[in-house]
T-cell receptor, first 112, second 112 residues
Framework: DSGVTQTPKHLITATGQRVTLRCSPR?????VYWYQQSLDQGLQFLIQ???????AKGNILERFSAQQFPDLHSELNLSSLELGDSALYFC???????????FGDGTRLSIL | TQLLEQSPQFLSIQEGENLTVYCNSS?????LQWYRQEPGEGPVLLVT?????EVKKLKRLTFQFGDARKDSSLHITAAQPGDTGLYLC????????????FGKGTKLSVIP
């Protein structure tokens, strides 16, 4: 158990819809990272937050957004969903930006 | 764009055999991490290598970081069925954000 909690574990929805994925980092970790894992692209970094502030942006679409709350949990919002958004979405956390990341077990998003 | 190429993509071996997995890039990384991922779970950190030429051992696993910090290898001695999984290397670009670039992984199957 990495200590990183992601909910829900599975999510099935339709094209055009909007979903919110939630992540609770390990106790004491200030940094949260979001990744997308698909069969053809592998793990792709989306965005990082540190103590509530956006720190780095990767290959995140404009339809996607994230935030980190004062209690350090984070949410990833995906809107106008397309079939190609079907993937595993992972959250990771670390003590600070220069420490190794520990991953949750992911949310499997299926778009029908 | 920094890319990490992992080889081989798939590897199926008999229990007791030795194997080496490679992770190569044309870019220099401040550090490199190896993860193992099992189906339905998030990647689990195995090791972080930081110094060029560094060698780290974790029981039957030996990790090496190239002198130029562009490549790494993972050697497993006397593989066991419990070693089965997806092995991912990830390079950190540093500069305070610790943004990770992942390879697509090597899927290892160890047959009893």
């Amino acid at each position: 158990d990495s200590g990183v909690t992601q909910t829900p574990k599975h999510l099935i929805t339709a094209t055009g819809q909007r979903v919110t994925l939630r992540c609770s980092p390990r106790s004491g970790d200030l940094s949260v990272y979001w990744y997308q894992q698909s069969l053809d692209q592998g793990l792709q970094f989306l965005i990082q937050y540190y103590n509530g502030e956006e720190r780095a942006k990767g290959n995140i679409l404009e339809r996607f957004s994230a935030q980190q709350f004062p209690d350090l949990h984070s949410e990833l919002n995906l809107s106008s969903l397309e079939l190609g958004d079907s993937a595993l979405y992972f959250c990771a956390s670390s003590r600070d930006s220069n420490q190794p990341q520990h991953f949750g077990d992911g949310t499997r998003l299926s778009i029908l | 764009t920094q890319l990490l190429e992992q080889s081989p993509q798939f590897l199926s071996i008999q229990e007791g055999e030795n194997l080496t997995v490679y992770c190569n890039s044309s870019s220099v990384f401040s550090s490199l991490q190896w993860y193992r991922q099992e189906p339905g779970e998030g990647p689990v950190l195995l090791v972080t290598v930081v110094t060029g030429g560094e060698v780290k051992k974790l029981k039957r696993l030996t990790f090496q970081f190239g002198d130029a910090r562009k490549d790494s290898s993972l050697h497993i001695t006397a593989a066991q069925p419990g070693d089965t999984g997806l092995y991912l290397c990830a390079g950190a670009s540093g500069a305070g954000s610790y943004q990770l670039t992942f390879g697509k992984g090597t899927k290892l199957s160890v047959i009893p």
